[in-house]
């Protein structure tokens, strides 16, 4: 089992829809990063969080340390939203902090 | 504005041949990292370095190398030894030790033909 899940894998929607995107992980964590990455490949950092809330224009992420859970919401959604979601979560190590990343999801947003 | 540069964004190369992707930032981290990413997989760990002139193997350096001779700096060569060089390369940097904000460069699509 991966220590990073994240659900679901794919996910289409059409615009103007709320999208949710969860991300599940089994180990102690300092902070979680959200990465949005585009077609073509280029990575684009979204939010980092530690605990609580963090808002960005149209993006909401949320995190809640005990349950080991976070979620990345999308309002009112638009084709331009469309790429892979990635989280990734940091832990600190005596050799230094390390991040593992989950697989991704596939959002498309349909016009 | 600080950040990493990756460049450049798309790369071919002939098989056999080695290749070295650029890495460098301006935030004076001290650690930096590089990833693998294959397609329906999480990006993997292949090198990082927590300091000048030292570096560590990741999950999966086999058919890779790096160098780290200065503190903004940490190219990776993909040599060919490295059985399926095709994937995109990211790389990331932290200040280090118990700081846990990394920056992330854009990445590097590695085409082998």
């Known amino acids: 089992k991966n220590e990073v899940e994240q659900s679901p894998q794919n996910l289409t929607a059409q615009e103007g829809e709320f999208i949710t995107i969860n991300c599940s992980y089994s180990?102690?964590?300092?902070?979680l990063h959200w990465l949005q990455q585009h077609p073509g490949g280029g990575i684009v950092s979204l939010f980092m969080?530690?605990?609580g809330k963090k808002k960005h224009g149209r993006l909401i992420a949320t995190i809640n340390i005990q349950e080991k859970h976070s979620s990345l919401h999308i309002t009112a959604s638009h084709p331009r939203d469309s790429a892979v979601y990635i989280c990734?979560?940091?832990?600190?190590?005596?050799?230094?902090?390390?991040?593992?990343f989950g697989e991704g999801t596939q959002l498309t947003v349909n016009p | 504005d600080g950040g990493i540069t990756q460049s450049p964004k798309y790369l071919f190369r002939k098989e056999g041949q080695n290749v070295t992707l650029s890495c460098e930032q301006n935030?004076?981290?001290?650690?930096m990292y590089w990833y693998r990413q294959d397609p329906g997989q999480g990006l993997r760990l292949i090198y990082y370095?927590?300091?000048?002139?030292?570096?560590q193997k990741g999950d999966i350096a086999e058919g890779y190398s790096v160098s780290r001779e200065k503190k903004e700096s940490f190219p990776l060569t993909v040599t060919s030894a490295q059985k399926n060089p095709t994937a995109f390369y990211l790389c990331?940097?932290?200040?280090?030790?118990?700081?846990?904000?990394?920056?992330f460069g854009s990445g590097t699509r590695l085409t082998v033909v």
């Open positions: 935030l004076n981290h001290d650690a």
């Open positions: 990331a940097s932290t200040k280090g030790g118990t700081y846990y904000g990394y920056t």
């Open positions: 990734a979560v940091v832990r600190l190590e005596t050799s230094g902090s390390r991040l593992t």
């Open positions: 180990v102690g964590i300092s902070a």
């Open positions: 969080l530690s605990s």
């Open positions: 370095s927590q300091i000048v002139n030292d570096f």
